[in-house]
């Protein structure tokens, strides 16, 4: 009974649903392979609109046609996936070539925009202004790249030679940096790291350059802060490995000529990890580059995950992550009804915002708060509308 008052008050909302105008353009010519050998641009670029006082806020994620990244993240469930597709969806409708990528394991962007968007490619999403793209990379994928690069752990020929050598110091450095365990099961966080630094390459062929916004649905927030962290660990130890595999590779090469044996192969995995390496360390310069990057926090007005928001925006700064913005999402409207559950979940979700005030990480971002609505945020349609009530 409760509920259905609850459903029943916001009846306003159905009602934009049903005016919501979209506009169906065939995307039907557009490429949607990332393997295109030809390198025409896959859509020309309409003027981007200029800013009007009306999107205050907004305007200055739509102005100019430099590239921008829009990271969301939060705790899972929260509303990351329908803020980053209503944002990629109002981007595009501004005229902003727009991309929206899924590096979270869970994609839910096809359901969020109600249409297929899976395959690992660039899929043109139907029904908005103008170009925009979704694309889900799959976890699977990128993590059997990882594993191409730990054959180097398989690399034992080098370390048998350096022990019936008397040489086995250095090869049990190479132990100690517990690689091994490193390359077999990649740390948490990888997937989404590697998925970014896929996107960022892809960008920089020719054929993509027109994306001028980009907007990544990130994996809950435990991946996020593994993220920040790992590109350091990556560049440490890989790092270290190198400079060990180098020492080995001429003490043996070296020994080798001494024995007038053939000198070593070019090795494979090395520049795999090297390229591994160098591709984490652009996802942190990424993620630090305040110019281009922002990260937005979606949250829903709860203590527990209010508390979660907190933590992961100390995270994000402390590792000089740009955050400006925090949406509070799903905050119920004032109840207009004699729906007691529906006033004391309103009364308790004002508790909650207001810790928001008081928090100190929190308390200097812009708040944005987003309503819950009476059915489900879904399709273009839906995405549209959240766009205009979220994006100002
Ligand atoms: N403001 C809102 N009002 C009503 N429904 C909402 C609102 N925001 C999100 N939803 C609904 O809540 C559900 C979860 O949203 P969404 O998938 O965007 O969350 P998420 O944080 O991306 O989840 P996950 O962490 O599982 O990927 C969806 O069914 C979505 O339609």
Redesign the pocket.
């Known amino acids: 009974m409760a509920m259905a008052s609850l459903f029943h008050q916001s009846s306003k909302t159905h009602f934009y649903f049903a005016l919501a105008n979209v506009s169906r353009r065939s995307f039907s010519s557009f490429s949607t392979s990332f393997n295109s050998r030809t390198f025409k641009p896959l859509f020309q670029v309409r003027t981007v609109t200029t800013p009007t006082e009306a999107f205050v806020g907004f305007d200055e994620m739509i102005s100019g046609t430099q590239r921008k990244y829009f990271m969301l993240g939060?705790?899972?469930?929260?509303?990351?996936?329908?803020?980053a597709a209503s944002l990629a969806v109002k981007f595009a409708n501004h005229g902003h070539p727009t991309l929206v990528v899924s590096t979270?394991p869970?994609h839910?962007l096809s359901?969020?925009f109600d249409q297929n968007l899976t395959g690992g490619a660039l899929v043109p999403v139907q029904g908005v202004d103008s170009p925009l793209y979704a694309l889900e990379i799959s976890p699977e994928r990128t993590r059997e790249e990882f594993r191409a690069a730990s054959q180097l752990h398989g690399d034992s020929g080098v370390k048998n030679i350096m022990d019936s050598m008397g040489l086995g110091m250095l090869s049990e450095q190479l132990g100690e940096l517990k690689l091994g365990e490193l390359l077999d099961t990649p740390p948490p966080g990888l997937d989404e790291a590697i998925a970014i630094s896929k996107v960022m390459q892809f960008l920089e062929s020719k054929e993509y350059s027109t994306f001028s916004r980009i907007v990544f649905?990130t994996a809950?927030t435990g991946h996020t802060l593994r993220l920040l962290s790992l590109p350091d660990f990556l560049d440490a130890s890989i790092g270290k490995m190198m400079k060990l595999k180098k020492k080995i590779a001429s003490a043996t090469s070296a020994l080798k000529s001494m024995f007038n044996k053939e000198e070593p192969q070019r090795d494979d995995a090395s520049d795999k990890l090297e390229q591994l390496r160098e591709r984490m360390a652009k996802v942190r310069d990424l993620f630090r580059d305040s110019e281009t990057t922002e990260f937005i926090i979606?949250t829903i007005p709860t203590v527990m995950a209010i508390n979660e928001s907190s933590r992961l925006c100390a995270s994000l700064k402390k590792e000089s992550v740009s955050v400006r913005k925090l949406i509070v999402?799903?905050v119920l409207p004032p109840s207009t009804s004699e729906c007691k559950f529906c006033v004391m979940r309103r009364k308790d979700q004002m508790r909650a915002l207001e810790t928001i005030t008081k928090d100190p990480e929190l308390a200097s971002l812009k708040i944005i708060q987003?309503?819950?609505?009476d059915?489900?945020?879904?399709g273009v349609a839906g995405l549209k509308f959240?766009g205009d009530t979220v994006w100002k």
């Open positions: 939060g705790k899972g469930g929260v509303g990351k996936t329908s803020c979270d869970a839910s359901d969020s649905d809950p979606v999402n799903q987003a309503p819950l609505v059915v489900e945020i879904r959240m």
